[in-house]
T-cell receptor, first 117, second 113 residues
Framework: DAGITQSPRHKVTETGTPVTLRCHQT?????MYWYRQDPGHGLRLIHY???????DKGEVSDGYSVSRSKTEDFLLTLESATSSQTSVYFC????????????????FGSGTRLTVV | QQQVKQSPQSLIVQKGGISIINCAYE??????FPWYQQFPGKGPALLIA?????SEKKEGRFTISFNKSAKQFSLHIMDSQPGDSATYFC????????????FGEGTQLTVNP
């Protein structure tokens, strides 16, 4: 998907275990985002990054942490997985600014389906 | 706190018909309004977008209508096709908040042949 890959694609884990999801981009975009998708809620922002080591919280950040040590990699960690974190997780990237006349938007990865049992 | 409200939740249209999805927003600081299309097992993909200084934008069979005073915008899909069956998300961007997008809840569109 246009230079963005997520791993793993599927994961089943037990309640209470830590889990790390990886997002890797080859576009050299400044901004990276983690969203979760749940029925009836659309896409909700967990955390985002505006540069190496620069991150900030989104609207549903409790129970999650992120790290970005390189431009190309953005990691999402569930510190102690709970059943409420069963979801599909999407990473997205975007350029730092949008060009006049161009359609600005995110490029999304293919998602990680996480099940916490 | 959902800043972008989308309706309907699901929509069934016959082939050749018009599909209409509506969104409303609260924050007047939003400065860009994209629509995304998502097929099962895939990530959302940018479909079409509009800025608030324009009332309508058309790309092929897809049109965004924007009403700034009402704080509403809608996606119209003309001559709907079975291949348009997907989930559609509206979104709104606030550049001052790190260019983050706030998404609506999504609309599952089914176009019957």
């Amino acid at each position: 998907d246009a230079g963005i890959t997520q791993s793993p694609r599927h994961k089943v884990t037990e309640t209470g275990t830590p889990v790390t999801l990886r997002c890797h981009q080859t576009e050299n975009h400044r901004y990276m985002y983690w969203y979760r998708q749940d029925p009836g809620h659309g896409l909700r922002l967990i955390h985002y990054s505006y540069g190496v080591k620069d991150t900030d919280k989104g609207e549903v950040s409790d129970g999650y942490s992120v790290s970005r040590s390189k431009t190309e990699d953005f990691l999402l960690t569930l510190e102690s997985a709970t059943s409420s974190q069963t979801s599909v997780y999407f990473c997205a990237i975007s350029e730092s600014s949008w060009r006049q006349g161009a359609n600005y938007g995110y490029t999304f990865g293919s998602g990680t389906r996480l099940t916490v049992v | 706190q959902q800043q972008v409200k989308q309706s309907p939740q699901s929509l069934i249209v016959q082939k050749g018909g018009i599909s209409i999805i509506n969104c409303a927003y609260e924050n007047t600081a939003f400065d860009y309004f994209p629509w995304y299309q998502q097929f099962p097992g895939k990530g959302p993909a940018l479909l079409i977008a509009i800025r608030p200084d324009v009332s309508e934008k058309k790309e092929g069979r897809f049109t965004i209508s924007f009403n700034k005073s009402a704080k509403q915008f809608s996606l119209h899909i003309m001559d709907s096709q079975p291949g348009d069956s997907a989930t559609y998300f509206c979104a709104a961007r606030m550049e001052t908040s790190g260019s983050r997008l706030t998404f609506g809840e999504g609309t599952q569109l089914t176009v019957n042949p």
